[in-house]
């Protein structure tokens, strides 16, 4: 163990032992952690069911009480390469590839988590944790645990490869650490690109949750709970509330109508949600969005009817969710010390206490017979994320196997059905469920339509139905494309007022897209806005034009915000990237230049960094030196499509024409799915006098990216220019078909129009 990490150990536990007599801070001092051990003896229930939880056992020093794996001279083999578990000296050691691919021995500082699967972190020079990329796993031999197994089981992560369990993509101190100890603070050292991290709890504890405790307890000692029980928060959702059955619906309802969005939510999902951390400080308490940036419904993340894709952990999936908008709770289903259900080890129990058994459970409903399914089987699939751990979708949808017809959606229907197909699904529910098929309009068709270029009309429709969750409707509001329609652009304005944080940060997202005088108008008062991620967002947005903001207009206050947000994550070269757009956004290129030396610094094979400080050196007149940039940058990886794409625009503009369209062809071959690389490089040939090799790219660019705008619009000038009016037409008609109410459209296929 690191001196440092036994050091802060040993002291945490010295003050937990002795917190129950040791004198605390008065009730009015600046509240402090306490230690768990000091719950104990008022809340006993409490902290027995945290005892041994998942929370409790989130991270242990590995020793032979907390280690499950087998480390008896076991091997597992990996594409080849052998990794050797042993015991040495009383360590559990782990003999495997370093970064260089050679064999090394490990030490095993700490396990990470419990069940169904253990994993193992390892200590590097600098203050890092490594999570070794095998995990235990431990369920039964029966149920097929017992046994070691690689996290990427189908495909080799090697030494070099940006997730290599030694690099920084799978960095503990930054990837991992907030959620797995309590209150851990990363004290990142940007110069010496080290860490110094600490906790007061190993692992999740009490105050994780509650907060600092320390004026709780001194209140409680004195018998005078004067300042709201002592806490930061009240994690208290159903004040005098309770759910009272409608027996009409056979659902039940809050007795009181909920006054506040509730925090349970925002307090389980700084940990239980996919977003970045925006502030170095954890602020108890406060909207997730204060200190978090939480992700949206993308693509990589979430099907195209919000289900989930890949790990997204419950959060953006609640709160899409009827139940989050009834007012249901994280406590309403889940002992929040123990994390089990409230109701026992049986799902539907849980589901029964809130909808009556004699309807719901009944064939009448679900049409199946009474012991075939449960009620999670259809309204929370699971999907199984580090290969062994099932998670349960928490959208609590409806099944639509319509959907499936339509976009990517899986639906629960066919995952017992496979054979039978998505459209014997489809009928089947049309069959069940006659006209109450639930087969009304949902954002899934218009985020399907989207994602191939067709959707500005439906998009619009999205983003102003207030009756669609906002982590939807915020989704959309980034599919938008340019250019942007007049409905497009008045969509954006309104939701750039609207209540839901998340619909406001998309809106200045996609408010790139308009001019510079509706980004003054519009999106200037969001720099005071009460959350701190559309604080963030509003300065970035503004920053090329804030000399033409009022002094009040509070640029300063939110620019200082988003520079605390990078260094909070300072250890990633993204956050140095981002300083440095946004030092050059406003006028100091030696600054931006100075934070892109500082992100190639941390982490030369970043390209983007490489990207933009080359374009920093361009526009600064040092072509030779940004060249040189983009050229190292293929040494690193010389199948980066990027960095092809910018040395092949560089050259063009040096006049090296030849040499430039080589490398734009280059960028293109690499990156076949990229709309933008096939338009620039028609530009590039047509610009170049090819204009015949130009069409012919631009021409298998529009078969394969046929509802690309810009695509379009260069092939469709130019036929039109080399006389080929009739394809020219065909080409424009297709484009007014998406951009109908488009003039500019209109106009170019008026001019086009038959004599």
């Avoid at 652009?489 to 509706?518: K, N, T």
């Avoid at 500082?598 to 007149?621: K, V």
Wanted: hydrophobic residues 40%; proline residues 6%.
């Amino acid at each position: 163990m690191h001196p440092r990490f036994r050091q802060l150990l040993f002291g945490s536990i010295f003050m937990l032992s002795a917190c129950g007599e040791a004198p605390l801070p008065p009730a009015t001092a600046e509240p402090m952690f306490a230690g768990s051990t000091a719950c104990e003896a008022c809340h006993v229930a409490e902290y027995s069911d945290w005892a041994n939880s998942h929370h409790d056992l989130a991270m242990q020093v590995a020793d032979t009480s907390t280690v499950l794996g087998d480390f008896n001279d076991a091997i597992f083999t990996y594409f080849g390469t052998e990794t050797e578990f042993l015991m040495r000296d009383g360590r559990f050691v782990v003999r495997t590839a370093n970064a260089a691919g050679e064999p090394e021995d490990f030490p095993v500082a700490y396990t990470f988590g419990v069940t169904p699967l253990q994993q193992y972190l390892v200590e590097f020079p600098g203050g890092r944790l490594q999570p070794l990329p095998f995990a235990w796993d431990t369920r039964a031999a029966s149920d097929g645990g017992q046994r070691w197994f690689h996290l990427y089981p189908d495909e080799f992560i090697g030494p070099g490869d940006a997730l290599h369990w030694t690099g920084r993509q799978q960095n503990w101190n930054y990837m991992c650490a907030e959620c797995h100890s309590t209150n851990l603070n990363v004290n990142y050292d940007v110069a010496n690109d080290s860490f110094a991290t600490s906790w007061s709890e190993i692992n999740v504890g009490c105050e994780a949750c509650h907060g600092p405790a320390s004026v709780h307890i001194a209140e409680a000692r004195q018998g005078d709970f004067s300042s709201g029980l002592g806490l930061l928060l009240d994690l208290d959702d159903h004040g005098k509330s309770v759910w009272q059955m409608n027996l009409q619906t056979g659902i039940a309802e809050r007795s009181e109508l909920a006054m506040r969005p509730p925090k349970q939510p925002e307090a389980c999902g700084r940990c239980h949600a996919r977003r970045g951390v925006i502030s170095a400080i954890y602020e108890y308490g406060m909207p997730l969005a204060e200190t978090h940036r939480v992700a949206l419904l993308d693509s990589s993340l979430y099907f195209d009817d919000g289900q989930i894709r890949d790990e997204v952990y419950v959060y953006g999936s609640f709160i899409q969710s009827r139940m989050y908008q009834a007012g249901v709770t994280c406590s309403d289903c889940h002992n929040p010390h123990s994390l089990e259900l409230v109701s026992g080890a049986e799902p539907s129990d849980v589901c029964t206490q809130c909808h009556l058994p004699d309807r719901f459970a009944a064939t009448e409903h679900h049409k199946h017979e009474s012991d075939q399914v449960a009620c999670v089987d259809c309204h929370m699939p699971s999907r199984d994320y580090m290969v062994v751990d099932p998670r349960r979708d928490h959208s609590f949808r409806v099944p639509r196997p319509d959907l499936s017809e339509t976009t990517d959606s899986p639906n629960a229907c066919t995952a017992c059905h496979a054979k039978q197909g998505v459209e014997w699904a489809a009928t089947a529910a049309r069959d069940w469920w006659g006209t109450s098929t639930p087969s009304t309009p949902h954002f899934a068709n218009a985020f399907n339509d989207a994602r191939r270029g067709t959707a500005s009309a439906s998009l619009n429709s999205v983003i102003g139905d207030d009756a669609i969750p906002g982590i939807a409707r915020a989704t959309a509001l980034t599919m938008l494309l340019s250019p942007l329609r007049t409905e497009d652009e008045a969509a954006m304005q309104l939701a750039l007022v609207d209540p839901d944080a998340l619909v406001r940060l998309a809106a200045l997202q996609s408010a790139r897209m308009l001019s510079p005088d509706d980004q003054l108008q519009f999106a200037a008062p969001l720099l005071k806005d009460s959350v701190r991620s559309v604080r963030i967002e509003a300065a970035s947005l503004l920053s090329p034009i804030n000399e033409n903001l009022p002094s009040t207009a509070g640029f300063a206050a939110a620019a200082a915000d988003f520079r605390a947000a990078q260094l909070a994550i300072a250890s990633r070269p993204e956050a140095h990237t981002a300083l440095g757009d946004f030092s050059m956004s406003l006028g100091d290129p030696d600054q931006a230049i100075d934070h892109y030396k500082t992100a190639m610094r941390i982490d030369p094979a970043y390209s983007l960094s490489r990207l933009n400080y080359a374009d920093a050196l361009r526009r600064n007149g040092d072509e030779r030196g940004a060249e040189q940039l983009l050229r190292d940058g293929l040494v690193f990886n010389a199948a980066d499509a990027e960095i092809h794409h910018s040395l092949g625009l560089l050259l063009v503009r040096s006049n090296r024409a030849s040499a430039g369209l080589a490398e734009l062809r280059e960028a293109a071959r690499l990156s076949p799915n990229n709309a933008r690389f096939a338009y620039v490089e028609g530009i590039a040939l047509n610009s170049l006098g090819q204009p015949d090799e130009a069409v012919e790219v631009l021409e298998e660019a529009h078969r394969r990216f046929g509802h690309d705008f810009d695509i379009a619009w260069a092939l469709v000038t130019m036929l039109r220019d080399r006389g080929d009016s009739a394809r020219a037409r065909e080409v424009a008609e297709v484009l007014a078909s998406y951009r109908p109410s488009d003039p500019n459209v209109a106009s170019l296929l008026e001019s086009l129009a038959k004599p």
